[in-house]
């Protein structure tokens, strides 16, 4: 047994609206810069629907993820030869047109157009290089089912759920899927990545890039099945979702999650076992790689694993936030929460509680009581278009697991309705379900009131545990020649914010002083253009 | 006209191999975040898909081609009983079809970078120092290889090589190379600004072929405390 941590997310889709701030406040504070136009570490997608990048999920196409070949995990695109093969032309590159064309509209033509007798317009202008774009997709296109029946045909899980669900889409149910980095227990755009600059990290398990080692072979783009690594083409790199990890790492939660307005995210630690992860991927059925990982998972309650765990160096804390986890709660003691399609065989590490609410909705609307068990239960099995749907997405088409979920969330709707009525609860409602009243109203707590320290349960072990000395130095983007913002551009903020977003973009190198960073141009910021100071060593007998 | 000689030939190439490994360490030591390839495939697939492979697999067997005829003396070869007229159809066959892939790649490549509005805003200055100097040595070598081919004609594995061997014994041959015909000291001399600019362009990229990636296992993980010692000590 080899334990290892990992911060793992749930999201609750029976409360997400679709509003799409996670998405906004995420790209403003990672992807508002130039060769990351198109890019959205945090997406939120309508479902059924295309998705983003169009048809993702189609890995006939994309060839992401992993797949076995004679028992042995290989990536989906081929070994490690048959990569090299490749080198200089990536055949499965998403192309910008499937994510989308970037643009922005020619708000000077409004003041600087010549007196007329038309009222000037601002036209559409391609972010890329600037022509006149014609706008035919966008992130969204769409969203709430925007487009109609043609835009579904694009959606690679309703094409394998059965014709005549295809063909009723005037009975159609949607829900959205808000989807970021997954950080894979088995990652295999890290797999794939043939600098080594991609990796997972020891003490959370966050995927991430060294930006300093990649060298843009774009193998890892086309090689995540979720398409969440995404190619900067102005600086070449690739980049992903970071789970914010210098927000993690101060014990914060990620901007997606702290600015949600459902309260839908859940963030937590999971322990698991390393030396079953491998095996655990290489499950030979599709619909068992849900069962498989759950075994992955380790109970931190049990005193072997504590054991075993602080033998491998995990903080106290570490196993003391595990024991509290909502997201530990939500996946291995209710059973509500599921991967995302865990037949890529990447072991997923953001979970989702499947939405009951198109199987109310379509309860209410025949005249039925939404809220009644038997009702509930009686209709989520017979609405199988939803239940299909949902598990091609979850739980390689098992519809069993993905029922089960549904099931305990109806009942947890009915026993609470009980409760808030005065009435007294049926027992055998929580008895279907194979859980407790006690555990229902545990659920009830974490899904429905979902209190701010009850969702984030993130320990800021970095400076208590495992005795890095250096671990006091704050946020690690702060290193000399990092990335970060320094605290130069948080001054900026002060005076204007023009000035602060100019302070982003250009170098964050002080005028003078802090000896630390003299001689160090941040190339993270750089335009490309011009001799930036720093860039070079200074001259000698110039002074610093 | 002498001292030009000893100039090009015989200070020249140290000068520029001087360049090329300090400019190389220091592109390494402070612009390690600029070494990429630059790719636009993003913008651009169908042409790079035909014409990346085809300019980067002919330039490998260039290459190879390169240090067989300059490394090897030709002794060596007549002492394996490899005739001079099979050395040189050999040389033109495999030789010829590298070089004219790589030319056709390149030209291909090119006129993609051109054509397509976005890629040509993608490029940087230094490309265009690098694309023509690339260019005309390509074209040089090829002609040089196919006029080469003659009985009879310019042999560069008594002059070329003999100069290039002699560079690396600190005593540079100069009258071989200044006996060497005008095309070869063309493609000789663009060739050696070619190795001056590499550090400073988007040629680097040559130095992170990930020939590791055959031995390293799949996943790969990092500690954040190792990697901030790093960054300390840096």
New interface residues.
Partial sequence: MRVMAQIAMVMNLDKCIGCHTCSVTCKQTWTNRSGTEYVWFNNVETRPGQGYPRGYEDQDRWKGGWRLRGGR?V?RSGG??R??A??????E?P??DDYYQPWTYDYENLTNAPLGDDVPTAAPR?L????PASITWGPNWDDDLGGGPEHLAGDPVLRRVSQEVRLEYERSFMFYLPRICEHCL??SC??V????A???????GIVLV?????????MCVSGCPYKKVY?N?????AEKCTLCYPRI?AGEPTVCSETCVGRLRYLGVMLYDADRVGEAAATAREEDLYPAQLDCFLSPDDPEVVAAAEAAGIPHDWISAARSSPVNALITRYRVALPLHPEYRTMPMVWYVPPLSPVVDALAGTGHDGEDADNLFGAIDALRIPLEYLAGLFTAGDTVPVERALCRLAAMRSHMRALNLGEEPDPAIAADVGMRPTDIEEMYRLLALAKYDERYVIPTA?ASG?G?A??T?GC?LD????PGMSEEVFAGLGTSMGAAAEAFHASPLPAGGDDRRRGR?N??GWD?RGRPDG???PRRGEAG | MRHLQIALWGVLPYLVLVLFVAGSVWRYR????????????????RL??VA??L???GLLFVIAGHVVGLLVPERLTEDMHITESLYRANALVVGGLAGVAAVLGLALLLWRRLRV??I???G?RGDRLVYPVLATVLLAGVAATLLGSRAGSYDYRLGVSVWFRSLFELEPDVPAMAGAPLLFQAHTLLGIVLFALWPFSRLV?AF?V?????V?P????????T???R??T?
């Avoid at chain 2, 799949?218 to 405390?225: D, I, K, N, P």
């Fill in positions: 995990l990536p490690r030869v990569r090299l490749r080198l200089f032309a990536n055949p590159l192309m910008l391609s890329i290089d600037g022509s088995n990652p890290v797999a990545c043939p600098s080594g991609m990796y997972k990290r020891l003490e959370d060294d930006q300093d080692r990649c060298r843009g072979w774009r190619f083409h102005h600086s070449g790199k790492e970095y495992a890095h250096d671990a130095g690690s290193v000399p020649g990092g141009f190339l993270f490309g860039l070079f060593p | 402070y612009d390690r975040f600029g070494m990429t390839t630059r790719s636009s495939q993003l913008h651009e697939s790079l898909r990346g492979p300019f980067h697999y509005r976005a040509r805003q993608a940087v990229h992170g990930p020939l590791g990636y055959l390293r799949y996943v790969v993980y990092r500690s954040r405390a990697l901030a010692d960054n300390g840096r």
